[in-house]
C-alpha cells in the first residue's frame, strides 16, 4: 500500500514538474519573440523607416522677395510673368506653361531651332503678355497655379499677381538674373521641385563652354559683338556677355572704355573700336529681307576697311539668342561663335 502511494506521489511531481517545464519554455520563447523584434528588425524596417523620415516634394516653402510663399502642391500650370526669364522655364518637365515674351509671339525665338525642342516638350504654351508687358486678362484666362515673377520688372503688379495664384518674386539684383542665368535656373528647380534637372543643365552647359575655351585658346586678336536692328547697332558689354569673355569661353574684347557696359554704335565708332573679329548678331536672322542697319554700312568704304571685313572674320549669328541672356539662348552662342571661329 505504501508502494502504491510512494509510486502515485512520484507521479504527481514527475507530472508537475513536466508542467512547469512546459509553461518555463513557452515564457521564455513569447519573451524571446518580443526582445528579438526590438533587437532585430525585419528587413523592410529600414526602408519604411527612410521613407517616414524623407521630406516630401510639396508643400514647400520658398524664401523670395515678396516674403515666405508656400506652394502646396507639385504646380502644374505654371505662368512666368517677367519676360527675361521665359527660356528658364521651358527646361523643365511641365504640363502646361504660360509666357511673357519680349517682344511679340511672332517675333519671339519660340519657334527657332533652338527653343523648338524645347517648347514641344510641354503639353500646352500660352502666351500672357508680350512686349515686356503682362496681359493680366490673358493671365486670368490661363488660370495658373502659380506665378514666378520679377522684383523691378513686375513691381508694378505684384500685388495683382498674387490675388490670382501663389507667386513668387525673384530678387533680380540678389540673384543677378541679367548675367547669372544658372542661379535663375537653380531658383526655378528649387521652386518647381526639379533641381536634379537644373543641376543637369548647368552641368552640361558648363562642359560645352569649357570644351570651347579649349577650343579657341590660338584665336588671335580681339572680337566685338554688335547686335544689328534695323536701324540702330549696338556694341556688347563685357559685363553683360559674360559667356564669351573671360568668365566664359575666354575671348579678348577690344580695349576700349565702352566694352564694359556696350553702347550704340555708328560705323564712324565702329571704325574707331576696329576689332580684329565681329560677330554680328543678326535680329533678322531668320528674316533676311527685313532691313538691317548695316545694309547701308556694307555699301561704305569705311566698312569694306574695317580689319574684321579685310581679313574675312565677320560673323553672322542669331542676335536675339547670341546677344540675350537666357540658357537656351547663351547655349546657341557659345555653339554658333565656336563653330564661327574655330578655324
Not at 507639385?74 to 512666368?80: C, D, L, Q, T
Request: charged share 15%; proline share 5%; hydrophobic share 40%.
Amino acid at each position: 500500500m505504501q508502494a502504491q502511494r510512494a509510486t502515485s506521489w512520484s507521479a504527481l511531481l514527475a507530472a508537475m514538474f513536466s508542467l512547469l517545464l512546459l509553461l518555463s519554455a513557452c515564457s521564455s520563447n513569447a519573451n524571446s519573440g518580443n526582445s528579438g523584434a526590438a533587437a532585430s528588425p525585419s528587413p523592410a524596417a529600414p526602408q519604411q523607416e527612410a521613407a517616414a523620415t524623407e521630406a516630401p516634394a510639396f508643400p514647400r516653402t520658398i524664401e523670395a522677395a515678396n516674403g515666405s510663399v508656400t506652394i502646396d502642391a507639385k504646380p502644374e500650370r505654371v505662368a512666368v510673368v517677367h519676360w527675361g526669364y521665359a527660356d528658364s522655364l521651358l527646361l523643365f518637365d511641365l504640363p502646361s506653361a504660360g509666357l511673357a515674351l519680349p517682344f511679340t509671339e511672332d517675333t519671339s525665338s519660340l519657334g527657332t531651332d533652338t527653343y523648338k525642342p524645347y517648347v514641344d516638350r510641354i503639353g500646352e504654351l500660352v502666351i500672357v503678355g508680350e512686349n515686356t508687358t503682362v496681359n493680366m486678362e490673358a493671365l486670368l484666362a490661363y488660370g495658373p497655379d502659380l506665378i514666378i515673377a520679377g522684383s523691378t520688372v513686375n513691381a508694378e503688379v505684384t500685388e495683382q499677381l498674387e490675388k490670382i495664384a501663389a507667386t513668387v518674386v525673384i530678387d533680380e539684383a540678389a540673384t543677378d538674373v541679367w548675367s547669372n542665368w544658372p542661379a535663375l535656373v537653380t531658383a526655378f528647380g528649387q521652386i518647381l521641385g526639379q533641381e536634379e534637372t537644373a543641376e543637369q543643365f548647368i552641368s552640361g552647359y558648363q562642359t560645352k563652354v569649357t570644351e570651347a575655351k579649349g577650343k579657341l585658346a590660338d584665336v588671335k586678336g580681339n572680337v566685338a559683338f554688335l547686335q544689328v536692328r534695323n536701324n540702330v547697332a549696338y556694341l556688347g558689354g563685357t559685363k553683360y556677355l559674360t559667356p564669351y569673355y573671360d568668365q566664359g569661353i575666354g575671348l579678348t574684347p577690344p580695349d576700349d572704355p565702352a566694352m564694359a557696359d556696350g553702347a550704340e554704335m555708328s560705323l564712324e565708332t565702329l571704325a574707331a573700336l576696329n576689332p580684329d573679329h565681329l560677330i554680328l548678331g543678326y535680329f533678322n536672322y531668320d528674316s533676311p529681307e527685313t532691313a538691317s542697319i548695316t545694309d547701308e554700312w556694307e555699301q561704305t568704304e569705311v566698312w569694306k576697311k574695317l580689319k574684321a571685313v579685310e581679313s574675312g572674320q565677320t560673323y553672322a549669328v542669331n542676335g536675339a539668342l547670341a546677344m540675350g541672356y537666357g540658357p537656351l539662348a547663351n547655349t546657341y552662342g557659345v555653339e554658333a561663335v565656336l563653330e564661327a571661329l574655330d578655324k
